[in-house]
T-cell receptor, first 112, second 113 residues
């Protein structure tokens, strides 16, 4: 059974700092890995999707990497801003089961 | 221009009642999903429909019954509500069954008293 773990569970940083969020998964048989953002009381917003054949994806100040063989992904946020404060969720699409399995998220607070 | 919408946003009800949550997407997607996010914020899939056909049915009590009248709608009906059903329920859609990005609705916060 696929398990997705995110570390740390919570992170508080000053504005302007670069930061890394970590995600690990137990079964490397995946189609892709996705990073989402969830704001309090809101739904999820897709940030980046990395196909299993890819090593990284970039969007603005965000860069996500994928090492499928070791079951790890990182989300790098450059020059963090207070508006980046949210919960960041990692999810993998399994080749067996046809579903997204989510981690429990990292709650990020960027202080002005 | 709401892509995935859910109604109601909040639902407070008594134990034992039956309630429904509606979901609509105007993206032309083939696949729709229901997720449950519990008090610990853990998000878990419940159901998946592709072109009105059930694809995924996780180990969810049979008090939960999804209904898809057409490709753009996936409603969730819950019978005999229990305290443990209190959670936020998210609807989502994606272009196809497999590996596309999913678009989430704003969620329905269900509180069972």
């Amino acid at each position: 059974k696929q398990e997705v773990t995110q570390i740390p569970a919570a992170l508080s940083v000053p504005e302007g700092e670069n930061l890394v969020l970590n995600c690990s998964f137990t079964d490397s048989a995946i189609y892709n890995l996705q990073w989402f953002r969830q704001d309090p009381g809101k739904g999820l917003t897709s940030l980046l999707l990395i196909q299993s054949s890819q090593r990284e994806q970039t969007s603005g100040r965000l860069n996500a990497s994928l090492d499928k063989s070791s079951g790890r992904s990182t989300l790098y946020i450059a020059a963090s801003q207070p508006g980046d404060s949210a919960t960041y969720l990692c999810a993998v699409w399994e080749t067996s089961g046809s579903r997204l399995t989510f981690g429990e998220g990292t709650q990020l607070t960027v202080n002005p | 221009d709401t892509a995935v919408s859910q109604t109601p946003k909040y639902l407070v009800t008594q134990m034992g009642n039956d309630k429904s949550i509606k979901c609509e997407q105007n993206l032309g997607h083939d696949t729709m999903y229901w997720y449950k996010q519990d008090s610990k914020k853990f998000l878990k899939i419940m159901f998946s429909y592709n072109n009105k056909e059930l694809i995924i049915n996780e180990t969810v009590p049979n008090r939960f019954s999804p209904k898809s009248p057409d490709k753009a709608h996936l409603n969730l009906h819950i019978n005999s509500l229990e305290l443990g059903d209190s959670a936020v329920y998210f609807c989502a859609s994606s272009p196809r069954t497999s590996t596309d990005t999913q678009y989430f609705g704003p969620g329905t916060r269900l509180t069972v008293l």
